[in-house]
């Protein structure tokens, strides 16, 4: 199988966890009402043509402000813990890395993934170390259950270009490879795209969408025949790799070194076209000797990936519906309705005319004596049940994330000491601690990365 095709692959694999992301990602920022009903229309559409008027109570998106605040005020306060290794404070200021985590552990959050890249490159800014984070709109990965991400084969995601940076990059010398790039995506841009028109999933793998170019990142764990070489006059060991020319090895080598055929594995990068041009390949130049991808999924088990937002949208759903059906209530319950017999209305007197003087002040009404009597009833919407179920939601929203109104920051009661607050709000960090941990395990694991870079 082509390397091209691996990619494709893992992205094909990977779209049932982009939908859901894009799907937590529209609740999260308010858009909760764009879930398809039976018929292929959106409830938003649904829900008016019934006659109803769709409401949102965005509680979710003040859910994930407030972890991302206590996160923010743990790493910045006076009493913050550093990660240990922790990055060299010019590569943190360059990166403005806090930033960055704070936005990651957002996307944290919403879809459950957390995935920064790492690499040594020359950029605008300056020379050194990069961090970047990299959305999941963009990466794919082979099917992995070990938490530690151990089981790691496959990995990379999708850049998008000018051709102009393409050349620059990986021809920058011009010439004849300059010409062939870019003839290789001019090429794609008159014959069409490279999947058919209704296959949305391929589209956004090989096309960015603009006039940009997509450029396929791709990191594989390859087997590598190597000679384990011993130094014997200095003791030192190191790996040489078989070229498959034995002869020009041994010539190579100084004397007095001992070697042996061995195999061992190696990440190796391949920046491809959407054709499966090879622009650039090597191995891992790394210290750490891996791919430049710090990854983590919670929880992982079997694989699957569930995110905090996931947990909460049945109750927000349920919120969004009671308001909207309270709403509707009132808006229908009739109100100050004013009954008027036909026989009462007076020669010339019509009922636009006296409803009209009925709703202005000092207004004088003439009826006809002895007939039917004009009078006005007042009855309230009855939506006690729907209050009293609005009121049971919105506490099983806090105990369900285990975001308490403590940990949010809301104004207790009056009835509610000190301590029995600062107890709510350490109980609420407990309940989130799994998750906020498993966070800063990935922020190590960048740690890691970074300082072996």
Request: glycine content about 8%; charged content about 25%.
């Amino acid at each position: 199988m082509k390397y091209i095709d691996l990619a494709l692959k893992a992205w094909r694999e990977g779209e049932p966890l982009r939908a859901r992301r894009r799907r937590y990602k529209d609740y999260t920022y308010g858009r909760q009402w764009n879930d398809p009903g039976a018929d292929g229309e959106s409830e938003h559409d649904s829900a008016l043509r019934s006659g109803f008027r769709p409401h949102t109570n965005n509680l979710i998106r003040q859910l994930v402000k407030s972890v991302v605040g206590n996160f923010r005020n743990s790493i910045s306060g006076p009493d913050r813990t550093a990660l240990t290794p922790e990055p060299d404070s010019e590569v943190v200021s360059r990166n403005a890395l806090n930033e960055l985590d704070c936005r990651m552990l957002e996307e944290f959050l919403i879809s459950g993934c957390a995935v920064q890249r790492v690499v040594a490159e020359r950029r605008l800014a300056g020379d050194g170390i990069w961090i970047d984070n990299v959305s999941p709109e963009s990466f794919f990965i082979n099917r992995f259950t070990d938490p530690r991400g151990l089981d790691i084969e496959l990995i990379g995601m999708l850049h998008s270009m000018s051709l102009r940076e393409i050349l620059m990059r990986f021809a920058p010398e011009g010439g004849r490879r300059a010409s062939r790039i870019a003839s290789a995506y001019n090429g794609m841009r008159h014959n069409g795209p490279l999947c058919p028109l209704g296959d949305s999933v391929g589209r956004s793998f090989f096309e960015t969408g603009d006039s940009r170019c997509r450029v396929i990142e791709l990191w594989t764990l390859e087997s590598r025949s190597v000679y384990r070489c011993h130094d014997t006059s200095t003791g030192r060991y190191f790996l040489a790799r078989d070229e498959g020319k034995d002869g020009g090895l041994s010539d190579r080598l100084p004397a007095g070194i001992v070697r042996k055929r061995s195999t061992t594995l190696r990440w190796h990068c391949r920046m491809m076209t959407p054709e499966g041009m090879i622009l650039d390949e090597f191995d891992s130049p790394y210290r750490h000797s891996l791919h430049p991808f710090a990854v983590k999924f919670y929880p992982l088990i079997d694989g699957e990936v569930h995110s905090l937002v996931e947990d909460i949208i049945d109750q927000q759903r349920t919120v969004n519906r009671l308001i909207t059906l309270i709403d509707h209530i009132m808006s229908v319950s009739a109100k100050g309705a004013l009954l008027v017999p036909s026989d009462s209305l007076p020669p010339g007197l019509t009922l636009d005319m006296l409803g009209k003087l009925w709703s202005r002040p000092n207004s004088v009404i003439p009826y006809v004596p002895g007939k039917g009597e004009i009078r006005q009833t007042i009855g309230g919407g009855e939506c006690a049940g729907a209050y009293q179920l609005l009121n049971l939601q919105m506490q099983l929203f806090s105990q369900i994330s285990g975001v308490s109104g403590a940990l949010q920051g809301q104004i207790a009661n009056s009835n509610t000491s000190a301590a029995l607050y600062e107890a709510q709000f350490r109980n609420s960090s407990i309940a989130i601690l799994d998750l906020t941990d498993s966070f800063n395990a990935f922020r190590a694991a960048r740690n890691r990365l970074i300082t072996t870079s």
